[in-house]
C-alpha cells in the first residue's frame, strides 16, 4: 500500500532509483539533484526550486494521509444496509401487490375466467390432454347427469313392484327428481337395503349428491400464482425498486429512503449507516481542502483534525508540525519578497519624483525663455521659429523615466526580485480582496466602461457605471474571480472577471474580461465585455510606479466628465499623463493661441509593459503609438479644414511633436488648450487653459451578443428600504409577504422537503417571527431567491463587536486587526463592509456568511441542508437579533 | 548671477551620487547638469535640498532593502532544514504505519491458521 507513497515521494525529491522505496535511515540531503554542481543558482531561483519540492512533499503527505486511509469500513455498512432495505423494500411491494386466487370452490369459474383472459399461456392453465387447471374447474363445475340415477331409480323401482306384486304387497312410487333423491336415498336404505339394484341406486344417487373435492385444484391454482408472482407477470405488480449503492449517490438514496421508505424495515439502519458514511466522507473532502493546508493558522486545526481522525501518534505529530513550520517559512518569505518589493518601488519613486524635481527647477529656464519667446513674438518673430533645439535636451518626460525604472535590466537587481514585481501585479499579490476590490471599482467607473451606456437604448439594460457596491463572492482560481455587484436598485449581479493576460499568461494583466449572467425567468442570458486595463490594473495603493498613480487616476476616472482638476498650471503634464495611460483610441486636442493651428495627437495603440520570459528575463515590450495631425485655417471664424493625417510615432513628446512642425505647447504660451469652461469649479483655470479631452465612446467594442434582459426579478417594492435590527419581523414579512413567486401552504404540508423546512425554521428563528401563512418557496430557484432575500435583509442589520468576535470565533489580535482595518464607528454595518458576504451555496453549505478581509478568513454556516443540527444560525448571533 | 563654487561643486557632487540622476541618459546628463548651473543661487540651493533628499531616503531605503536581502538569504537554509525535518518525520510516520499494516496482517494470518 505504501509503495506508491513511497513513489511519488522519491519523485517529489527526484530519487527515482527503485532502490530508494526502502527507507532503512532518513535520507542525510533531502535536497539532493536541486542544485547543479559546479553552479549556484541565484537565491530567487533556489527559494522557488525549494518551495516548489517541499509543497509537492506536502502534497504527497496529504495524499498519503487521506487516500491511504480512508476507511474503507465506513462504505460497505451503508451500501449493506442499502441492499437488506431494498430487499424489504421489494419483498414489501410483491406482498402487497401479489396475485392469489381463491380457495373458494364457488369461485373457480371466476378464476377460471382471469386465468383463461390473461395468464393462458402460463404452465398449468390450459392443457393439451385436459388435466390444465381450467378444464379441471370446468370438470369440477359440471353437475353429473340426473338421468342416469333416474334410470337407476326407475329400474329399481320397476324390479321392486314387480317383487312386491308377486308377494301381493302394493307398489311403491320413488320420485325422479333429483330434488328428491336424497329422500329416496333415505328409503332405500332404510326399507330396500338388501334389494336388488339397492347398491347402484345409493351409488348413483350419492356420487350425484356428493360435492367433489377441490384440493387439487387449490394446489394447483397456488402452483400457477406462484409462477405469476415469480415471473411479474401481473400487470398490478410493483416494479423492483432498485436503491444506489454508489458512494457518490449516497446523499439522493438517503433522501429517498427518508421520501418513500422510512418506514419499511431496515430503513433506519439504512439511513444512520449512510449519514455516517457521508459525515465521514464530509471529513475527507474538507481535509482535503488544500487552502487548509497552506495558511498557518488553518494548519493547526487541520493537523487537529486529521489527528483525531487517525489517532495521535509521535510520528504523526511530528510530520504535521513540520508541515506547519514549513507554512510558516513561507509565509515569512512571502511577507519579505513583498517587502522588497514595496521598497523597490518607493525607490523608483524616489528616483522620479528627485527627476521631476530637477525638470521642475530646469523649468525657470523654460519661463525665461517664454518670456523671451514672447517678447520675441511681440516684436512680430513667427513663435515656430523660436523652437530652440537646446530646449529640447531639457525635456524629459517622466513618462520615460517611469519606464526606464520599470525596465531596469535584471542584472542591476537580484532576479528574483524582478520576478516579484511581476507578481505583485498579479490579482492575487496586489492586496488581496482590497486591491481587487479597487480593482474592480476602477474597472466599472474607467471611462470605457461608459460604452455599455451605448446600449441603454435596449430596454432594461443594465447599466454597470452605475453600480452601487460589489462584493468578491467567490474565488475561482488564478487570473479570474467572481464578484456579485448590487446596483442602485438592490439586485445582485454576479460578475466573472478575468485577467487577460501578455506573454503567455505570465506577464502583466493588459485587460478585464468581464462577463455576467441575467436570469429572466428559466433563460440565462450572458454578457461579456472587455476593457484594456493596463493603465489602472497596475494601480494599487502599493504600487505607485506602475502605470498611473493614485493622484492621476483620480483625475482619469472622472474625464467622462468636465473635470476642473485638469485645469491646471501645467496642463501639457496633465495631457502627456492622460496619454500615458489613456487607452487607445483617446486623443487631446491642442490649439494655437491665435486659434488658427491645432493638432491632434491621437493614442492609436497601447502599451503593452514588460514581456518577461519564463527565467524573468525582460526580452522587451511594446511601446504605444500616436498619430499626431494637423490643420490650419485662415481666420479664427473659419471653419477647420480636414486633418492633415501624419505619420504614427512611439512619441508624443516634444521631439516628436516637432516633428510634425508642432509647437511644445508647455513651453510657448501662446499655445493654449481648446476646451469649455469647467463646469464644477469655474474658479479654477480659464478657458485657455482648459484642455478638451475627447474620450473614445467605443475604443474596444464590447461584446453584447444578446439583448441584455432586465436581471433579477426584483422581490418587492419595500427593497430599497432599510431595516434596522429591531425591524426585522419587518423586513421578513416584506419578503415573505410582497415575493408573489413565494408559495403560501400550511405548516403541516412542508415536511417533505428537508430544504423548504430549513428556510421556515430561518425564518423563524431568525425573527421569532411565526408566519400565521409560511413563506415555502416550492422550486429551487425560488428556494434561492429567498435565500438570497433573506441574506441580503440579515446583510442590513448591524453587528456589535462583541458578536463578530464571538461569531468568527476572533482571538483579540486578531479582531483588533480587523478593527484596525476597517477604521469604521461602532459596530458593523455589513451594507457598507465587503468583507461580510452572504453566499448562497446549495451544494457546499446552503447559506454561508463569512467574513474575508483578504487576511483573516472565517465562515459560519447559517443554514445547511440536510444536516440535522441546521439551521445554526444563529445561535450566536441571537444577541444582535434580540 | 552665476553660483559660487562651492554651491557648484556641491551640486555637482550631489548629481554625482543621486540614482535618479545617473539613471538619465548622458545627454540627458549634460543638459540638465548645464540647466543646474544656470540656475540663481536661491533655486540651486531647493535642488541641492532635493538631491540631498533623495540621498537620505535612498540610503534608508537600501538599509531596508539589504534588511529583507539579509532575511530572504536568510530563509534558504531555513526552508531547507524545514524540508530535511519535514522528510524524515515523514519516512518515521511511513514506516509506523507500515509496520502497523504489517502487523494486522500477520494478525490476521494467524487467526486464519488458527481456524484452519
Known amino acids: ?882 | 548671477m552665476p553660483l559660487t563654487k562651492a554651491i557648484k561643486n556641491k551640486l555637482l557632487g550631489l548629481l554625482q551620487k543621486s540614482k535618479a540622476f545617473l539613471s538619465l541618459s548622458k545627454a540627458e546628463q549634460k543638459a540638465m547638469r548645464k540647466r543646474l548651473l544656470a540656475l540663481s543661487e536661491d533655486k540651486a540651493l531647493d535642488v541641492i535640498a532635493v538631491l540631498e533628499d533623495e540621498q537620505i531616503k535612498t540610503e534608508a531605503l537600501e538599509n531596508d532593502l539589504k534588511t529583507y536581502e539579509d532575511q530572504l538569504a536568510a530563509l534558504l537554509p531555513a526552508l531547507k532544514q524545514a524540508s530535511s525535518h519535514l522528510q524524515k518525520a515523514f519516512i518515521a510516520l511511513q514506516e509506523k504505519e507500515d509496520s502497523r499494516s504489517t502487523d494486522e496482517e500477520s494478525q490476521a494470518l494467524l487467526e486464519e491458521l488458527e481456524n484452519v
Not at chain 1, 513618462?399 to 492575487?428: F, G, H, M
Open chain 1, 1 to 882: 500500500m505504501f509503495k506508491n507513497a513511497f513513489t511519488c515521494f522519491n519523485k517529489a525529491f527526484g530519487f527515482d532509483s527503485p532502490s530508494r522505496l526502502v527507507f532503512e535511515k532518513p535520507v542525510e540531503n533531502p535536497l539532493a539533484g536541486l542544485e547543479t554542481q559546479g553552479e549556484t543558482k541565484p537565491l530567487g531561483q533556489q527559494l522557488d526550486a525549494v518551495i516548489n519540492t517541499v509543497d509537492g512533499q506536502i502534497n504527497t503527505i496529504k495524499n498519503f494521509l487521506l487516500k491511504n486511509n480512508i476507511n474503507k469500513a465506513d462504505i460497505l455498512p451503508a451500501q449493506q444496509s442499502i441492499n437488506t432495505l431494498e430487499n424489504n423494500i421489494n419483498e414489501r411491494n410483491r406482498e402487497k401487490t401479489a396475485i392469489r386466487f381463491s380457495n373458494d370452490p364457488k369461485t373457480f369459474a371466476a378464476t377460471a375466467n382471469i386465468l383463461k383472459n390473461k395468464y393462458a399461456d402460463v404452465p398449468g392453465v390450459m392443457d393439451a390432454n385436459g388435466y390444465g387447471v381450467i378444464q379441471l374447474i370446468a370438470s369440477y363445475n359440471t353437475a353429473p347427469d340426473a338421468s342416469s340415477v333416474q334410470g337407476h331409480i326407475a329400474d329399481f323401482e320397476y324390479n321392486l313392484n314387480k317383487k312386491l306384486k308377486e308377494q301381493g304387497k302394493k307398489p311403491i312410487t320413488l320420485s325422479l327428481e333429483p330434488k328428491d333423491f336424497a329422500a329416496t336415498k333415505k328409503l332405500i336404505e332404510e326399507d330396500y337395503k338388501d334389494e336388488p339394484g339397492a347398491t347402484e341406486v345409493l351409488k348413483a344417487i350419492t356420487a350425484y349428491t356428493q360435492p367433489k373435492d377441490p384440493s387439487d385444484i387449490q394446489a394447483r391454482l397456488v402452483k400457477i400464482a406462484e409462477y405469476i408472482n415469480d415471473n411479474g407477470l401481473n400487470p398490478q405488480q410493483l416494479a423492483a425498486v432498485r436503491l444506489s449503492s454508489d458512494p457518490a449517490n449516497f446523499r439522493s438514496t438517503l433522501n429517498q429512503i427518508k421520501n418513500q421508505y422510512s418506514n419499511v424495515s431496515g430503513a433506519k439502519e439504512a439511513m444512520d449507516t449512510i449519514n455516517a458514511y457521508l459525515t465521514a466522507h464530509a471529513e475527507e473532502e474538507a481535509l482535503n481542502d488544500s487552502n487548509l493546508w497552506k495558511d498557518s493558522k488553518n494548519f493547526e486545526k487541520t493537523a487537529q483534525r486529521l489527528i483525531n481522525k487517525f489517532g495521535y501518534s509521535e510520528e504523526l505529530r511530528q510530520t504535521l508540525d513540520a508541515i506547519k513550520a514549513y507554512i510558516n517559512l513561507k509565509e515569512k518569505l512571502r511577507r519579505v519578497r513583498f517587502g522588497i518589493f514595496q521598497k523597490e518601488a518607493d525607490r523608483a519613486n524616489m528616483a522620479l519624483t528627485t527627476i521631476e524635481e530637477l525638470n521642475k527647477a530646469a523649468g525657470i529656464i523654460e519661463g525665461l525663455l517664454s518670456k523671451k519667446h514672447k517678447e520675441e513674438q511681440a516684436s512680430g518673430v513667427p513663435y515656430a521659429a523660436l523652437s530652440a533645439p537646446d530646449l529640447q535636451e531639457v525635456s524629459i518626460s517622466t513618462t520615460s523615466i517611469k519606464q526606464r525604472a520599470l525596465d531596469r535590466k535584471p542584472s542591476e537587481k537580484p532576479l528574483e526580485q524582478a520576478r516579484e514585481k511581476l507578481k505583485v501585479t498579479e490579482i492575487k499579490e496586489i492586496s488581496g480582496e482590497e486591491a481587487m476590490h479597487e480593482l474592480i471599482r476602477h474597472a466599472l467607473a474607467h471611462p470605457k466602461v461608459s460604452v455599455m451606456k451605448a446600449a441603454d437604448i435596449v430596454p432594461g439594460r443594465k447599466n454597470i457605471a452605475n453600480l452601487k457596491k460589489f462584493s468578491i463572492e467567490e474565488s475561482m482560481g488564478d487570473g479570474q474571480r467572481t464578484f456579485t455587484v448590487v446596483d442602485t436598485n438592490n439586485q445582485s449581479i454576479p460578475v466573472t472577471v478575468r485577467v487577460g493576460r501578455n506573454n503567455g499568461g505570465q506577464g502583466i494583466p493588459v485587460a478585464l474580461e468581464l462577463s455576467w449572467d441575467e436570469k429572466i425567468g428559466n433563460a440565462v442570458t450572458t454578457h461579456q465585455t472587455r476593457i484594456g486595463l493596463e493603465d489602472f490594473v497596475l494601480y494599487s495603493k502599493q504600487d505607485k510606479t506602475y502605470g498611473m498613480d493614485e493622484k492621476t487616476f483620480k483625475w482619469a476616472k472622472k474625464t467622462n466628465t468636465t473635470e476642473e482638476k485638469f485645469v491646471d498650471t501645467d496642463p501639457m503634464s496633465k495631457a502627456e499623463n492622460y496619454l500615458a495611460t489613456a487607452p487607445a483610441g483617446a486623443h487631446i486636442t491642442l490649439i494655437s493661441g491665435d486659434g488658427l493651428t491645432e493638432w491632434r495627437i491621437t493614442k492609436e495603440t497601447q502599451k503593452i509593459g514588460q514581456f518577461v520570459d519564463d527565467k524573468g528575463e525582460v526580452v522587451g515590450g511594446i511601446s504605444p503609438k500616436f498619430r499626431i495631425e494637423k490643420r490650419i485655417r485662415q481666420n479664427p471664424d473659419d471653419a477647420w479644414p480636414q486633418w492633415a493625417v501624419n505619420e504614427s510615432s512611439d512619441d508624443y513628446s516634444r521631439a516628436a511633436l516637432d516633428s510634425q512642425s508642432v509647437p511644445d505647447v508647455r513651453r510657448n504660451s501662446a499655445l493654449a488648450f481648446k476646451g469649455d469652461k469647467p463646469t464644477k469649479n469655474p474658479d479654477v483655470g480659464s478657458q485657455d487653459e482648459k484642455a478638451k479631452i475627447d474620450i473614445p465612446k467605443d475604443p474596444i467594442s464590447p461584446v453584447f451578443s444578446r439583448p441584455i434582459s432586465t436581471g433579477p426579478t426584483k422581490l418587492n417594492d419595500d427593497q430599497g428600504q432599510e431595516y434596522i435590527g429591531s425591524e426585522l419581523n419587518k423586513a421578513l414579512k416584506a419578503i415573505v409577504a410582497s415575493n408573489p413567486d413565494i408559495q403560501v401552504e400550511k405548516l403541516e404540508n412542508i415536511n417533505e422537503h428537508e430544504y423548504t423546512k430549513g428556510i421556515l425554521r430561518n425564518i423563524k428563528e431568525l425573527s421569532g417571527y411565526i408566519p400565521s401563512i409560511s413563506a415555502l418557496p416550492n422550486s429551487k430557484e425560488k428556494i434561492d431567491k429567498a435565500m438570497w432575500a433573506l441574506g441580503e435583509q440579515i446583510r442590513t442589520i448591524g453587528l456589535t463587536d462583541s458578536v463578530r468576535k464571538e461569531l468568527f470565533d476572533l482571538d483579540d489580535k486578531t479582531f483588533a486587526e480587523i478593527r484596525a482595518n476597517e477604521r469604521i464607528g461602532q459596530g458593523l454595518d455589513l451594507r457598507s463592509n465587503n468583507s461580510f458576504k452572504f453566499i448562497v451555496d446549495s451544494q457546499k453549505g446552503g447559506l454561508i456568511l463569512r467574513y474575508d478581509d483578504g487576511r483573516n478568513v472565517s465562515e459560519v454556516v447559517i443554514y445547511k441542508p440536510g444536516d440535522p443540527g441546521s439551521p445554526r444560525p444563529l445561535r450566536n448571533m441571537e444577541s444582535f437579533l434580540n
